[in-house]
């Protein structure tokens, strides 16, 4: 049977890093049959350079970050009847082999799997902190090394992952109100609730070229810009899925939610990055992720 996978890379004001991926992308060993870009109003020339483009299907929209981005990418593969749907940040960059090694894995063969992700690395070739996902239980994790030769995970980033059909039409669409950051997890969390597997593929690698990677963001980042807000928000709610999804406990998520916060805010003031300012900010942000519940704007229409 044919396979037809579509890529979609969302983009805001990234166009260098974006040439580099859609060049990456039209290379592939395994070619796609289609490449659609998501462009969120960039102000950066992508417009006009995406115009001057031939064989990319290309969808500006008002900046909606990369949920509504992924959003826009993901209903409009679906509805176009893809197999496998692949997305992409523009500052990904994927090996030009990272498609084939998806198909050539033992683990898509698992009749359950509802994504795959590639490895990401940074510039220097080490593991990209940001993309790395959350585990699954010890015997899981195990047992798929020993079958599939791929690590079994929960969750996944939207650097470079490969979504199966079945799941999309099962969970639908991210959710637009997290803008930005943990969209993708709540999204690849929502197909582990709905039974769907998820793997780690070792040989389809990608490149992440972020200027930082830092274990924990949080603690040198600056709470004064816009993206901070979603950035503290969406994990709050994402560390009270997680434990919620794994221990179906929703005291354990407050709890960790809670040591999450402290910690922050005890390694900020070693490195003397908190000031009242900043504490303040972070507090408010923290609340707002502890009665943040974007699952009310969930409706499956891909269907």
Request: hydrophobic share 40%; proline share 2%; with cysteine.
């Amino acid at each position: 049977m044919i396979v037809k996978i579509a890529a979609v890379v969302v983009t805001y004001n990234r166009i260098e890093l974006l040439k580099k991926c859609v060049d990456c992308l039209i290379n592939q060993s395994r070619k796609l049959d289609e490449i659609i870009i998501i462009n969120n109003s960039s102000t950066d020339g992508t417009s006009d350079w995406l115009i001057e483009q031939t064989g990319l299907t290309i969808i500006t929209q008002e900046n909606k970050g990369s949920a509504g981005g992924q959003y826009t990418g993901i209903k409009t593969a679906f509805e176009k009847g893809y197999d496998w749907v692949w997305c992409l940040d523009a500052d990904v960059v994927p090996n030009l082999d990272a498609l084939e090694m998806f198909l050539n894995s033992e683990a898509i063969k698992d009749r359950s799997v509802g994504f795959l992700s590639s490895t990401v690395y940074t510039s220097q070739n080490s593991l990209s902190y940001i993309n790395l996902p959350y585990m699954e239980d010890s015997h899981t994790i195990v047992e798929s090394l020993t079958k599939y030769n791929s690590l079994s995970i929960s969750s996944s980033s939207f650097g470079s992952v490969l979504f199966s059909r079945n799941a999309i039409k099962c969970v639908g669409y991210p959710i637009i109100d997290f803008f930005v950051w943990g969209d993708d997890v709540e999204y690849t969390f929502r197909m582990r609730e709905k039974g769907f597997n998820g793997y780690l593929i070792f040989t389809s690698r990608a490149v992440h070229f972020d200027e930082t990677n830092l274990q924990n963001p949080f603690i040198e980042m600056d709470f004064s810009v816009v993206k901070s807000f979603y950035a503290v928000r969406n994990t709050i709610f994402t560390i009270k899925l997680r434990n919620k999804i794994k221990y179906n406990s929703n005291l354990r998520g407050t709890i960790s939610s809670f040591f999450f916060y402290f910690y922050t805010i005890l390694n900020r003031y070693k490195k003397g990055n908190l000031d009242f300012k900043s504490l303040l900010k972070f507090s408010q942000y923290f609340i707002s992720g502890l009665i943040y519940n974007p699952r009310k704007f969930l409706k499956n229409d891909a269907n």
